[in-house]
């Protein structure tokens, strides 16, 4: 890992849980960790119930957009964690990849985005303790 470590976060859509898991990366961590998210078949648009449960948190996501996973951005990233994207996952030797089995936020309502808002920011925070001790 470089002195920044960089962390990719990787769902379907790149519009719910890997987005939610970059606010609160962002937000934790601040410039200590370099945030990256993509999906392997990328939304329009966020997931407003999951933007609506990250303002809740204080944390705006509204300026974030579904972007398309690449080879490129796996290669670039320390850490790599995966949201259900399955085999569309491209596998780097030398990355370290985790897979974290979260309840996807499409179609739900807030008390359930809640709960997966409220789990993803305690996987973020072990993260970021094993990355502030690497």
Sequence with gaps: MSDTPSVLFVCVHNAGRSQMAAGWLTHLA????????????????INPVAVAAMAEAGIDITDQKPKILTPEAVQASDVVVTMGCGDACPFFPGKRYEDWKLEDPAGQGIEAVRAIRDEIRSRIEKLIAELDAA
């Design 30 to 45: 601040g410039d200590r960790v370099e945030v990256r998210s993509a999906g392997s078949a990328p939304a329009e648009t």
